[in-house]
């Protein structure tokens, strides 16, 4: 798999571009490359490598489904359950930035989806557009609900 490319496939909450280039990523979504991205992993393992979860959250962060944390050093993850299509497609990478399949502040638009994206994913059940993952943000002493 090629870390360059833009893949469009069914994510374990929504429609999404997904790229080991977070700038590409940003072209597409037409937003300044200074926001960051979410990143997904394949496991809390991975995750460990990736940041560190300060200790009274990781029992929430375990539990949590469909979840993006936002840690106190400004980067986010959310892990990709191993029951997830999604999951398959995500441990190729490890880590790989994802995002919805839309220009920021508008609606999901297939035609927009398809133009944009190099490599189309898909399995039986097609793209469709569900619901957005919840998003979390603490940092060492207090947490904020932002979706």
Same mark, same amino acid.
């Given at each position: 798999? #090629?870390? =360059?490319?833009?893949?469009?496939? $069914?994510?374990? &909450? @929504?429609?999404?571009? *997904?790229?080991?280039? #977070?700038? =590409?990523?940003?072209?597409?979504? $037409?937003?300044? &490359? @200074?926001?960051?991205? *979410?990143?997904?992993?394949?496991?809390?393992?991975?995750?460990?490598? $990736?940041?560190?979860?300060?200790?009274?959250?990781?029992?929430?962060?375990?539990?949590?489904?469909?979840?993006?944390?936002?840690?106190?050093?400004?980067?986010?993850?959310?892990?990709?359950?191993?029951?997830?299509?999604?999951?398959?497609?995500?441990?190729?990478?490890?880590?790989?930035?994802?995002?919805?399949?839309?220009?920021?502040?508008?609606?999901?638009?297939?035609?927009?989806?398809?133009?944009?994206?190099?490599?189309?994913?898909?399995?039986?059940?097609?793209?469709?557009?569900?619901?957005?993952?919840?998003?979390?943000?603490?940092?060492?002493?207090?947490?904020?609900?932002?979706?």
């Amino acid at each position: 798999m #090629d870390s =360059k490319q833009v893949y469009l496939a $069914q994510t374990d &909450t @929504t429609v999404g571009f *997904l790229s080991q280039d #977070d700038e =590409k990523l940003s072209r597409i979504k $037409q937003r300044p &490359t @200074t926001q960051k991205i *979410l990143q997904v992993v394949n496991s809390f393992a991975t995750l460990n490598f $990736q940041v560190r979860i300060p200790k009274k959250y990781r029992k929430m962060v375990r539990n949590a489904k469909k979840t993006t944390f936002i840690y106190p050093n400004g980067e986010s993850y959310r892990v990709v359950p191993y029951t997830s299509a999604h999951h398959d497609f995500v441990k190729k990478f490890n880590v790989i930035y994802s995002t919805s399949a839309n220009r920021t502040s508008h609606a999901f638009e297939k035609s927009y989806a398809l133009k944009h994206a190099n490599i189309i994913v898909e399995d039986k059940n097609q793209l469709f557009e569900t619901n957005s993952s919840q998003i979390i943000k603490f940092s060492c002493n207090k947490i904020k609900k932002l979706r």
